[in-house]
């Protein structure tokens, strides 16, 4: 991220919390902020070895307490994202179901189970090689699609993620997710199967999009599809000159 993105940013977090307290925004002076290093260079990775864990932990306590959005209103826990902190994917869903809110732990639902294995049969897992997180971090009432604005609310905690995190690949899980971080409306049939890129944080990652596990329990014929785009996920990794199975 560059020190004008920061400081855009900033002043953009400095307004929300402004309006969360009533509309009164405290005046700054100035921010103080420098470029982030290249993703992949040495100085990359010594931020990261350096800095990660007190990042990681001030966004999961950010995220816990957040108010910027009405959702903050109805969730019983809101669910940061959990995994290893230097991933070879990072797998990013729509938003926490019931059994998301009820926990605080992403995909740990009936979806949740079928992801870990989606992802297990491709040597990933939350625990070795992949975090998994979603767009939005408290659950919408009757799990109905994120609004515009809760999405915006939300993005400079999933941003600063995948800034800290720095994986190798992005995989979106499902319509809602994809549409929003592609910016787009095309269908999630027309936007799967296939590798691009994806522009997050000043970042730019490989990234895949899939259907989402809930999609798979109503649809069984979306499995083999979604069994396509994990293998060719598995093949973009060896290809890039990583091992799911050894890391």
């Not at 993703?39 to 864990?53: F, I, Y």
Request: a negative charge.
């Amino acid at each position: 991220m560059t020190a004008e993105e920061k400081t855009n940013l900033a002043r953009f977090l400095d307004v929300a919390s402004g309006f969360v307290r009533g509309g009164y925004v405290e005046r700054r002076d100035g921010y103080d902020f420098s470029d982030d290093p290249e993703p992949g260079s040495e100085e990359a990775a010594v931020s990261a070895t350096s800095n990660g864990a007190d990042g990681f932990e001030q966004i999961e306590a950010n995220v816990r307490v957040c108010k910027a959005c009405r959702l903050a209103e109805t969730r019983k826990n809101a669910v940061p994202g959990e995994g290893v902190r230097q991933p070879l994917v990072m797998v990013i869903g729509e938003g926490p179901g019931a059994d998301e809110d009820e926990s605080g732990r992403p995909f740990v639902g009936k979806a949740g189970q079928l992801l870990d294995k989606m992802l297990g049969a491709i040597d990933l897992s939350r625990e070795r090689n992949c975090f998994i997180a979603n767009v939005i971090k408290c659950r919408p009432p009757r799990n109905r699609d994120p609004m515009p604005d809760e999405t915006f609310a939300c993005a400079p905690f999933l941003e600063r993620q995948v800034q800290l995190l720095n994986p190798a690949f992005i995989l979106c899980a499902g319509r809602i997710a994809a549409q929003t971080l592609l910016d787009t409306s095309e269908p999630i049939g027309k936007i799967r199967g296939k590798i691009t890129e994806l522009n997050i944080a000043g970042m730019t990652i490989p990234f895949l999009a899939t259907y989402h596990p809930s999609a798979l329990l109503r649809n069984e014929a979306l499995k083999r599809p979604a069994w396509e785009d994990l293998k060719l996920l598995r093949s973009a990794l060896v290809e890039a000159g990583f091992d799911p199975a050894g890391s």
